[in-house]
């Protein structure tokens, strides 16, 4: 449905977006994830027709968005960081505006705007001055004008920055809702917003796409290297073994199913040793491992799950 290819962006000297290629499939809800000034803003601008690209190219739909910016904006619902909004004009007024200004058909207008109005819980506030409304539901008419033609494709730019914690929650459950039948691309840095949200995450640092990493549950389990799908080693092991010597019992647990690696860690004795055990974290490896151990021969003294977290995750592919 999106598809970027090799896109650079030159603001002068200076190099914004170096080279950046990736692609969000149909029905997928996608974060764009990365530190303030890595390029997120300006990617956005560049796949909604708001400026060109110094070089590359993207598709929306199948559409070019250089030679057929009409046909993409046809398609795409947009909202910006900061929500164009006409605070003296109620909700009602400004969304049938906006209707005529996407061409929406006359007979379609009442249809589409009772939609986008029950769609993102603003029923109660149809009739209101817009700039009497809370920050919170100023965002609900900025995701409503983006609904209103009814596009495929939805790109958000920091949904819900500047918004209180259960604001958050309500506009997170929103783009949740929206996600079942449309692709929608979201920009944002809070990790966890995102990855209550995603199933996939696109991280960019400095103008350049550093990780693609794939979401269950909100926590990753592989990440795109080059054009390889590798597992992420979320979940690590603490052992603490006593009864051998060390590189022995190394050897052994490095050959257990769905063991990535080991490290032996700690200040260790003759007789006792400590390890980290990474391992594929669609699996629990745990009963294995104390067979393995206890088999031997050898006392377990200690054994305990750690989480990497998806902070750690972005900060290492960030850095």
């Not at 739909?61 to 398609?75: I, L, Q, T, W």
């Not at 809370?134 to 609904?147: E, K, M």
């Not at 690590?236 to 019992?249: C, H």
């Not at 007789?271 to 974290?281: K, M, V």
């Amino acid at each position: 449905m999106i598809e970027v290819q090799n896109i650079t962006k030159n603001y002068g000297p200076f190099q914004a977006l170096k080279d950046i290629s990736f692609q969000v499939d149909k029905g997928q809800i996608v974060g764009f994830l990365g530190p303030n000034g890595a390029g997120k803003t300006t990617t956005m601008r560049i796949l909604t027709c708001f400026m060109p690209a110094s070089s590359g190219r993207v598709t929306i739909a199948g559409y070019d968005v250089f030679k057929e910016s009409r046909e993409v904006r046809k398609r795409i619902g947009y909202l910006p960081e900061n929500v164009p909004l006409y605070p003296e004009m109620t909700v009602t007024k400004y969304l049938k505006y906006m209707a005529k200004i996407r061409s929406v058909l006359r007979s379609n207008i009442k249809a589409r705007l009772d939609n986008a109005i029950e769609a993102c819980g603003l029923t109660e506030r149809r009739h209101q001055i817009i700039g009497q409304l809370s920050r919170g539901f100023r965002q609900r008419v900025g995701l409503a004008q983006a609904l209103i033609h009814e596009p495929d494709v939805l790109i958000l730019d920091e949904p819900t920055s500047g918004l209180d914690p259960r604001q958050i929650v309500e506009i997170r459950e929103l783009i949740k809702a929206l996600g079942k039948e449309r692709t929608i691309l979201f920009s944002t840095h809070i990790l966890p917003e995102a990855s209550m949200t995603c199933e996939r995450l696109i991280i960019i640092s400095r103008g350049e796409i550093t990780g693609d990493v794939q979401l269950e549950a909100g926590r990753a389990v592989s990440k795109q290297n080059n054009t390889e799908s590798v597992p992420v080693t979320t979940l690590t092991l603490s052992l603490e073994i006593a009864g051998a010597p060390a590189d022995d019992i190394l050897a052994i647990l490095t050959d257990i199913p769905d063991v990535i690696r080991v490290e032996q860690t700690g200040a260790n004795t003759a007789d006792t040793a400590t390890f980290r055990l990474h391992y594929t974290p669609t699996t629990d490896i745990r009963a294995e491992v104390a067979e393995t151990i206890v088999g031997r021969g050898w006392r377990l003294l200690e054994m305990h799950t750690t989480e990497v977290s998806l902070e750690e995750l972005f900060l290492s592919l960030t850095a």
